[in-house]
C-alpha cells in the first residue's frame, strides 16, 4: 500500500513573489524546486539580486512547513539552460517514483515555459505545466498614481500621492508585481510520439559522426547480419521517414551521396530530450 503522495513543484523565482507558490496548496505539493536566474553581468546585478531575495524569502517560508526545498540556479533565457536543469529534476523525481510534477510556467521566462512544454510532452502522464492567472498587477497601480498630473502639482495631495508610491513599494516586497486571488489554469502538453529502439539506434549513430552522416555508412553501420538487406533497407527507410517527419533530421546530397543531418530541434532533443 502507497502510504506517501511524493508531488513536486518546479516554480522560477521571477519579480511576482506570491505567485511563485501558487498551487502549492491545491496540488498537495511534498516537494518544491525554485528556479532563480544565475548571477548577472553588473547592469543587471540589481534585478537579478531582489529575484535572489525573493527566493531566499520563499526558501525560509517553505523550510518551516517541509523539508524538501530545494533552490537551483539557471540561464532562464538560455533554452539549453532550461532544458538541462528540468530534465535534471525530472530524471531524479522519476528516480524517487514521484506521481506528479507541476511546473508553474506564469512566474517564468518564455524560454522558461517553452522548454516546460517540451519536456511535458515526453512525460504527459507526470509533468502538468499550470499557469496562476491574476487581475491584480502592481505595476498598474504604479502607473496609474503617476498619471495624476493634477496631485503631482498639489502639495497637499502629492503627499498622498508618496504615501501611495511607499504602500506600493510594499506591497511589492511582500508579495511581487501581482498580489490577490490566483486562478490556476493547467496547460495541456502535447505528447511526442516515442521512438521505438530501432529509431533511437539509427539517431545515436548519426549522433556518434557528429550529427552527420553519409547514408550509405549508416547502412554499413547498422545491418544485422540476420536480416536481409532488402528488409533491413525498407525498416531504415521507415524509421529515417519518421525522424525527418519529426523535424529532428533533414538530407543533403553531395554528388551522389545522400548525407543524413542532425537539426536544431534534433541537436536539442539529442542532448536533454531523448
Not at 525522424?243 to 543524413?260: F, N, Q, S
Request: aromatic share 10%.
Amino acid at each position: 500500500m502507497k502510504i506517501f503522495r511524493r508531488t513536486t513543484m518546479i516554480s522560477p523565482v521571477g519579480l511576482e513573489k506570491s505567485r511563485v507558490l501558487a498551487g502549492f496548496k491545491k496540488f498537495g505539493i511534498t516537494n518544491v524546486y525554485l528556479i532563480q536566474s544565475e548571477k548577472k553581468s553588473e547592469d543587471e546585478e540589481r534585478l537579478a539580486n531582489k529575484v535572489r531575495q525573493f527566493a531566499d524569502d520563499l526558501h525560509e517560508i517553505l523550510k518551516k512547513i517541509m523539508d524538501n526545498v530545494h533552490i537551483i540556479n539557471a540561464n532562464i533565457t538560455d533554452l539549453n539552460s532550461c532544458l538541462k536543469i528540468l530534465r535534471k529534476i525530472i530524471d531524479k523525481e522519476i528516480k524517487e517514483d514521484v506521481e506528479k510534477i507541476y511546473i508553474n510556467i506564469s512566474t517564468s521566462s518564455k524560454i522558461f515555459a517553452i522548454s516546460a512544454i517540451y519536456v511535458a510532452g515526453l512525460f504527459p502522464n507526470i509533468i502538468v505545466p499550470f499557469y496562476a492567472k491574476t487581475s491584480n498587477y502592481l505595476i498598474q497601480d504604479f502607473i496609474d498614481v503617476l498619471k495624476d498630473e493634477d496631485s503631482l502639482n498639489d502639495e497637499k495631495k502629492y503627499k498622498v500621492i508618496i504615501n501611495r508610491l511607499i504602500e506600493i513599494k510594499e506591497e511589492f516586497e511582500n508579495s511581487g508585481w501581482t498580489k490577490g486571488q490566483y486562478k490556476i489554469k493547467v496547460v495541456p502538453a502535447l505528447p511526442f510520439k516515442k521512438f521505438t529502439n530501432f529509431q533511437k539506434k539509427v539517431f545515436s549513430e548519426i549522433i556518434k559522426n557528429n550529427n552527420k552522416i553519409k547514408l550509405q555508412k549508416l547502412i554499413d553501420l547498422l545491418i544485422p547480419e540476420e536480416m536481409g538487406d532488402r528488409s533491413f533497407r525498407s525498416k531504415l527507410s521507415y524509421a529515417l521517414k519518421d525522424l525527418m517527419d519529426y523535424g529532428l533530421l533533414r538530407k543533403e546530397k553531395e554528388g551522389r551521396e545522400v548525407i543524413l543531418l542532425i537539426t536544431g530541434i534534433g541537436e536539442i532533443f539529442e542532448k536533454y530530450l531523448i
